[in-house]
């Protein structure tokens, strides 16, 4: 800017779109953005200090009109006089309107202006001077009259910088002040009642004060030797210890800008400055970096406008110094591997988030090649979700580097990334956490499962013991077929049949799970029963000499379905099956067990009694058949014949075993004679001796039977026609009542009373309220009522007895059921039915008829 | 937001032995792995409830480097208590401590309560001072102890909320002067009762209601 060159600057300005330069002749310079310069002559003899109102664009300026009476004070600056510009306005002879000129003396002691600064409220006007004082201007400063000034403050400094702390509309106006040897903040209240308060003991020179903006709270900012501090107005605040001679310090969009002497180190005498050269560096203070530092020559002055930061050197040359673009300064950064201060750099800017995310990867990488990989990873998850989440895995595949991939996995989970989380995982064969997140994050047990599938045998086999219940909950069949893999003949299903290491001569192995610990993720799951008889039968036809358990639980489920199956014909097929699988010689289930179950399904347990009666047989264990008769004869009868068949069959001498065997038969008398004997005759060895004492005693039995069979019949026999008499006489005489009392109330009878043939004879009044019907007598009425119901009972016996069976296994709690059939009475009569020896006496005693039980 | 009363804290500490990063941890819950060196002193602050009192924190974080000291040393004065910190996997740290007390002793207000605090804590494995030794430390010199980790926050809010216990004890003793605020101590805007205007500058200082 040549037109500078022939300007002898003494003070300077800026904002609101310009520079302002004051110079040593009185004129003012004003340069705008197109580096147009205008110019006016503001005073006679100099201009000294500029002040630019931000918000207003009205510029104070000090400077010097004439020369002082007394030569004495013939120095710059003595007998300023203040000028308050109006720069929108034009007065008459072109320039602008000068719309106040005030003297800034304090006190009438002539003494040179070190500072100015107002109020963007334009009510307050401060002026600093070298002898310490403060003269402060209220009221409305561009115009004389409503504007009085006072001397604030005398310190017994100089004064270096006054600064109006901005922000705080309708709270009370804060100023700073600076002087050499101290910093104070004053607290300006109404009816100047103003509060001072002393922030420190320590002040700074002229220029090395500065107000921050709102990034640092608007801090009252102070460059000293040692550090650069910043002062709230009821203390000290942070410092930040940048060393150095301050010549100026500016403050500018969040940056922090010093001029320093230059310090050269210097081998022979110390430290030297060398003269002229002067170092400006640019500190971004929220980002805590140095944006630019570099010597230039003999800064005079620092000008912000126009987006960009002025200095001006002592031969009047204009530097620029223009902020890197965002870009620019993160390239930097990153060359210095300064990567967090690069994010919040491009997260202050507002910087897009794909540049953000940019950048987060950068710092993965970074910290990936120094071999920080938790750290690595924490970078490449913030890109998850906009960087290609392959790009994350291909650096997390690294074989050499112990990568910490659970971190990864785990920090991918909890930020919700399951896909990511998913693609660790299964590339670092991290099944267990795959598996995890496949189903309870996704619930995806389709996947799960064919992942499993897909792993070499301990792992599929582990992995589906730990989630098999829950698979089998969501994806039954799948999981049926899965394990009836598994426990086959295992292969991972994205394996080639044959494997290589197989056709190099080793003998296949053949990888299968034990079925037995599997059974129980088929436990609590509502298709219990179809899946776990599929796989089990699958089990036992592959491997005929499955476990026991494994048999002992198809023979339970075959029971259940049994018991569940309500159409009939289906019943007997389950039946039939049930029947083949307990009957198989292949069947390894276990006898007392299965007998159980038999009881508790009440499978129609003969055949299985026979079964294992018919086991010891085959295995010749005569002391078990006898056992195993004593055991359950009294559930199924048939087995003593069997037995007597099978002994009576033997060719060696069984004589001790059938003689056992007939005394059963006998007691229970379980086979006529007849048939003992036929059954007997098979037998060669079978001789007279073995069956003598049993046919002596049969006779002897049959005999007694026959007496007391001929005794009854001629006692019914009687009774009859005791009973044929008394109907007779019912129909043809006449029935003399001669009860006497009433068998209601118990006294004596009167008329009119009610009589019954049964010999019960009541008060009709007692009848009347006591009797349910009219032709019933109450008193023989329960009596007859069971009788009746007995007999009805029996005609329903059959129907009754399923269906409470039925009902019981369906219920979830049995007891009420039975309660029920309590409460209803059933059960006195099931009993009655169900123990044959009392069904068969009551068939033989039929329930009286009424008359005769009165 | 108003508080009962304010508690100035100074951190101190050799550099490096996690004191930024305690403070980050207690203001803003992060943690900060890079060491970020401090240069001159930094500033958080944090409103806790001690006794059901709304109590603020005003921290000062100083740099740990020995050509700070001077400027750090500064920021004493008027802290009613501090930090002191020092790094369990680094013995050196722990062999300072002594200097470092002297400094803050001679600094400060004699009343100062004075945490010890072994930072690090989740570095097990490469401990190189004992727990006891810290403890035994802290003893010897009427300090309160505690181990605590910046990285996992372990212990990082009880240091600092059991400090600001002590000096709500020594209060309710009567042992520090709440009106002298060299001892770092200030009564809340509202809580005041002499000198309204003085003590506000921001937030709800101008609605002087009556006392609570
Ligand atoms: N593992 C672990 N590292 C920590 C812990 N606290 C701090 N660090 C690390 O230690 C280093 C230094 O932490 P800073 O808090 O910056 O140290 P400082 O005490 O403030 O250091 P100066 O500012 O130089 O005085 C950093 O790399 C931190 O990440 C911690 O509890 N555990
Ligand atoms: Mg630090
Ligand atoms: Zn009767
Ligand atoms: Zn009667």
Redesign the interface.
């Known amino acids: 800017m040549s037109f500078l060159q022939s300007i002898d600057i003494s003070a300077t300005a800026s904002g609101r779109g310009q520079l302002i330069f004051g110079d040593h002749d009185g004129n003012l310079h004003f340069i705008d953005r197109d580096l147009q310069m205008s110019s006016f002559k503001a005073y006679i003899l100099r201009v000294t200090h500029l002040y630019q109102l931000k918000q207003h664009n009205i510029l104070i300026t000090v400077g010097n009109d004439y020369t002082p009476k007394n030569p004495r004070d013939d120095d710059e600056g003595i007998n300023p006089l203040i000028k308050v510009w109006n720069l929108d306005k034009i007065d008459r002879s072109g320039q602008p309107l000068c719309s106040r000129i005030v003297r800034a003396v304090p006190g009438n002691r002539p003494t040179k202006v070190t500072c100015i600064n107002a109020h963007e409220n334009l009510n307050y006007m401060a002026v600093g001077f070298e002898n310490g004082c403060i003269l402060l201007f209220k009221g409305d400063i561009t115009k004389e009259r409503h504007s009085k000034s006072r001397i604030l403050y005398e310190s017994a400094y100089m004064i270096t910088g006054i600064e109006f702390k901005t922000h705080t509309s309708g709270k009370p106006v804060i100023m700073f002040v600076s002087t050499l040897k101290e910093v104070i903040c004053f607290n300006l209240l109404p009816k100047d009642r103003d509060v001072k308060t002393v922030l420190d003991q320590h002040g700074c020179p002229v220029h090395c004060s500065v107000m921050s903006d709102i990034s640092q709270d608007n801090q009252f900012v102070i460059g000293r030797q040692d550090a650069v501090y910043f002062y709230q107005p009821d203390g000290r605040g942070p410092c930040l210890a940048f060393e150095g001679d301050k010549l100026r310090i500016h403050w500018y969009r969040g940056y922090l800008v010093l001029v320093s002497k230059e310090v050269k180190p210097s081998s022979l005498i110390g430290n030297v400055q060398s003269p002229g050269v002067h170092i400006i560096t640019v500190y971004d203070i929220q980002n805590k970096l140095i944006a630019y530092s570099g010597p230039l020559p003999e800064v005079t002055d620092v000008l912000c406008d126009w987006g960009g930061l002025y200095v001006l050197t002592g031969d009047n040359r204009l530097h620029l110094l223009q902020e890197k673009d965002t870009q620019t300064k993160l390239e930097i950064l990153f060359k210095k591997n300064l990567y967090h201060l690069a994010i919040s750099l491009a997260q202050s800017q507002q910087y897009d988030q794909d540049g953000i995310i940019d950048i987060f990867r950068q710092y993965g990488d970074h910290l990936y090649g120094k071999g920080d990989h938790d750290g690595a990873i924490q970078q490449y998850i913030k890109t998850i979700g906009k960087l290609e989440a392959s790009y994350v895995i291909r650096k997390t595949e690294g074989r050499d580097v112990d990568f910490d991939v659970q971190t990864a996995i785990r920090v991918c989970r909890q930020a919700g990334y399951y896909k990511h989380a998913l693609f660790l995982s299964e590339h670092h064969q991290q099944h267990d956490w795959y598996l995890k997140i496949q189903l309870e994050d996704i619930k995806d047990y389709d996947k799960a499962l064919k992942y499993i599938g897909k792993l070499n045998f301990p792992e599929a086999e582990h992995n589906l013991k730990t989630y098999g219940k829950i698979l089998m909950a969501e994806v039954p069949m799948e999981t049926t077929e899965l394990l009836k893999r598994l426990c086959t003949d295992y292969k991972p299903s994205d394996k080639p049949l044959v494997d290589a290491a197989n056709l190099d001569g080793g003998a296949p192995t053949v990888k299968r799970a034990n079925p037995d610990e599997f059974i129980h993720i088929f436990v609590n799951n509502h298709h219990k029963h179809d899946k776990l008889t599929e796989f089990l039968e699958h089990m036992i036809k592959v491997q005929p000499n499955s476990s026991v358990l494994i048999y002992n639980t198809l023979v339970e489920l075959y029971l259940q379905a049994c018991s569940h199956e309500m159409e009939i014909s289906a019943r007997v097929e389950k039946e039939r099956k049930t029947l083949d699988l307990l009957q198989n010689p292949e069947s390894h289930y276990d006898l007392d067990q299965a007998l159980v179950l038999c009881q508790m399904y009440n499978f129609k347990a003969g055949i299985l009694y026979q079964q294992i009666v018919q086991y010891h047989m085959d295995h010749g264990e005569y002391m078990h058949i006898i056992e195993t008769c004593k055991r359950f004869g009294q559930q199924d009868p048939n087995l003593w014949i069997q037995a007597l068949a099978y002994f009576s069959g033997k060719e060696e001498d069984c004589k001790q075993q059938i003689i056992e065997v007939l005394s059963h038969i006998d007691d229970r008398n379980l086979l006529p004679p007849l048939l003992v004997i036929q059954t007997l005759a098979h037998n060669s060895t079978a001789t007279l001796a073995v069956v003598k004492d049993y046919i002596v005693r049969r006779l002897q039995q049959e005999n007694d039977q026959i007496q007391e069979d001929e005794r009854l019949i001629e006692q019914y026999r009687t009774d009859t026609e005791k009973m044929r008499t008394q109907i007779n006489e019912l129909k043809t005489s006449a029935k003399l009542f001669q009860v006497s009392k009433c068998s209601i109330c118990c006294h004596p009878l009167d008329l009119p009373s009610v009589h019954f043939l049964c010999q019960h004879s009541y008060h009709q009044h007692c009848f009347e309220s006591y009797a349910e019907h009219e032709a019933e007598c109450p008193v023989c009425l329960p009596e007859n009522r069971k009788i009746l119901d007995i007999i009805r009972a029996q005609e329903q016996s059959r129907d009754l007895h399923e269906q409470f069976h039925h009902q019981l296994e369906r219920a979830q709690d049995g007891f009420s059921v039975i309660a029920d059939y309590f409460g209803r009475g059933v059960f006195n009569k099931m009993t009655l039915i169900t123990d044959r020896s009392a069904t068969k006496s009551s068939l033989r005693q039929p329930p009286r008829p009424p008359p005769r039980k009165c | 937001m108003s508080y009962a009363y304010l508690f100035k804290y100074i951190i101190i500490g050799d550099t490096g032995v996690g004191k930024s990063c305690l403070l980050l941890q207690f203001t803003d819950k992060r943690f900060?792995?890079?060491h970020?060196l401090t240069?001159?002193?930094?500033?958080g602050a944090r409103m806790i409830t001690i006794d059901g009192k709304q109590i603020k924190l005003q921290i000062?974080d100083t740099?740990g480097q020995e050509?700070?000291r001077?400027?750090t040393r500064s920021?004493y004065r008027?802290a009613a208590g501090a930090l002191l910190v020092y790094d369990i996997t680094r013995r050196d740290t722990f062999n300072h401590l002594t200097t470092w007390l002297e400094d803050a002793r001679q600094h400060s207000s004699s009343n100062m309560v004075i945490m010890l605090i072994g930072n690090k804590s989740d570095l097990e494995a490469r401990r190189d001072v004992k727990k006891e030794e810290g403890e035994a430390f802290a003893r010897e010199h009427g300090l309160i102890f505690m181990e605590t980790s910046a990285k996992t926050a372990a212990n990082v809010e009880e240091a600092f909320i059991n400090t600001a216990k002590e000096i709500y004890q020594k209060i309710q003793d009567g042992v520090f002067d709440i009106n002298n605020e060299a001892n770092g101590i200030k009564i809340g805007p509202q809580h005041s009762l002499t000198n309204p205007?003085?003590?506000s500058?921001s937030g709800g200082g101008?609605q002087s209601s009556g006392c609570c």
């Open positions: 900060q792995p890079v970020d240069i001159g002193v930094e500033f000062w740099a050509s700070f001077s400027i920021y008027g205007g003085m003590s500058s101008n």
